[in-house]
């Protein structure tokens, strides 16, 4: 009987310790409620924008980016739709995608957000749904971007004329540099066309090459001169997702110069760029060359950090920054887009709807399995629906401090906000970090294909 007892006990306990991890592989019943709300915006737009980029959600009215429609709301939602299981309206956006998306026009487009919101969102389908007409549009938007890399050190410009070719805007920055591997790379593996990946990787290398003696990069160069313009070195928008692309690259392509590259900017990001204040971790901005500093303002396109961090294995500084992401979130109930974190008050007070935030909570639930993560996650999502949900669909806010709307929803909210909520949320095994890349716009790359 003793026997039968001591055995009940350590049994229990073994249950009770298993607790917390068989809790964080197990779905949430806030995976449903995210789906329901995909479903409110894309029925929005279905009904208000449906054939056009994007809803405008207080006027219900379309919006089209250069005057005619490169249908990104479609393209950017579709694999989110297929990762949620929803595949009637998959079916109907891989339709309309494919019946009549076309990239032979006379716009001249910005080159990195129609490749990480199409060229990104078009691979992602092909890998996803099979029908090689996606990765067919995929290859013909791939040869149109090329002739951003006609310079002679290989460094692109940022527009590119989708029929003639003609190039413009040569000061560029890093983000709109550095970010195209990812998308370039997996056309390169999918067609066998190693140009792609070549000159992509250029301009990585290019740009790693003009940082200063300190190792830190600016904000802005001109890509034919290889002068900087703005010396002011962070991890927000114009820089952040060069060093992300640096680190995924090398966990999607094995590439070891990308993965050497990461490791060498962090030294000085670390060393310079990162700051405290009240025992928090934050990164402001620092003068490239001398690393005196220029800056303390922190926002919701630097939160994206916490998520790189943790995918590089620096979980405890991933985590200590998170809490940052998390207390800047509560100061107004949402986070603005800039973050003063000496006076904890916002100075630049929209709200795009950005996923940065949620993106990171989601990296660190995958890679801990705390719970608390997904707490986070929760308010993440109240909040949304509380202060950003329209009639129509989700609008983002003008200002945190009074949670005045405006009249906008981007298709990253489909392809980026929803999707990491959703991976919140489900259980573990619906899309897994170590079998796929996302690119900054949150479209799956396969490791294998």
């Known amino acids: 009987m003793k026997s039968f007892f001591r055995s009940f006990v350590l049994t229990f306990f073994l249950l009770l310790s298993l607790c917390p991890v068989l809790l964080s592989q197990s779905r949430s019943p806030y995976a449903d409620s995210v789906k329901t709300e995909f479903l409110h915006a894309w029925n929005g737009y279905k009904h208000y924008a449906w054939g056009h980029d994007a809803l405008k959600p207080l006027t219900k009215q379309p919006r089209d980016w250069y005057g ?16 949620m ?10 339709e309309l995608i494919l019946d009549s998306l076309s990239f032979n026009k006379n716009i001249e487009v910005q080159a990195f957000e129609i490749t990480i919101r199409l060229l990104g969102g078009l691979l992602s389908a092909y890998q996803l749904d099979g029908d090689k007409r996606f990765l067919t549009l995929a290859e013909d938007l791939g040869k149109r971007l090329l002739p951003i890399f006609n310079t002679s050190n290989g460094l692109p410009y940022r527009y590119v004329h989708l029929q003639t070719g003609q190039i413009r805007d040569s000061v560029n920055n890093p983000a709109e540099i550095g970010t195209l591997l990812i998308e370039f790379g997996t056309l390169s593996k999918l067609t066998g066309e190693p140009v792609y990946y070549d000159k992509a990787k250029r301009a990585l290398v290019e740009l790693f090459k003009r940082r200063s003696k300190i190792g830190l990069i600016g904000t802005w160069l001109n890509v034919e001169t290889g002068v900087w313009k703005n010396p002011s070195s962070h991890i927000g928008g114009a820089i952040d997702s060069y060093y992300e692309y640096l680190l995924k690259a090398w966990v999607l392509f094995g590439d070891e ?37 220029n800056g303390t303002v922190y926002g919701s396109l630097e939160a994206f950090f916490p998520a790189v961090l943790a995918l590089g294995g620096d979980l405890e500084r991933a985590k200590r920054l998170q809490e ?12 603005p887009e800039g973050f003063d974190y000496k006076t904890m008050k916002a100075v630049n007070k929209e709200y795009y709807l950005r996923p940065e935030t949620i993106e990171s909570a989601y990296y660190l639930w995958h890679y801990t399995g705390d719970e608390k993560y997904r707490r986070m996650g929760e308010t993440y999502f109240r909040n949304l629906k509380a202060y950003c949900k329209t009639e129509a669909g989700y609008a983002y806010l003008k200002d945190v401090t009074t949670k005045e709307k ?6 990253f909210f489909f392809a980026e906000t929803l999707k990491y909520l959703y991976l919140l949320f489900a259980e573990k095994g619906v899309m897994s970090l170590d079998e796929v890349v996302f690119n900054t716009e949150a479209h799956p790359m396969k490791m294998k294909h």
């Not at 929803?86 to 891989?94: G, M």
């Not at 490791?263 to 690393?291: C, F, K, R």
């Open 324 to 335: 940052s992401n998390y207390s800047m979130w509560n100061v107004y109930g949402i986070e």
């Open 85 to 94: 299981g929803l595949k009637a309206e998959a079916a109907e956006a891989k």
């Open 257 to 293: 110069e990308c993965k050497k590259m990461y490791e060498d900017y962090m030294q000085p990001v670390h060393q310079y760029i990162a700051d405290t204040s009240e025992g928090m971790l934050w990164y402001g901005s620092v003068n490239m060359e001398t690393g005196k500093r």
């Open 68 to 83: 005619t429609s490169l249908y990104m709301s479609p393209v950017d939602a579709f694999d989110t739709m297929v990762l």
């Open 406 to 411: 405006a009249d906008g929803m981007e298709s």
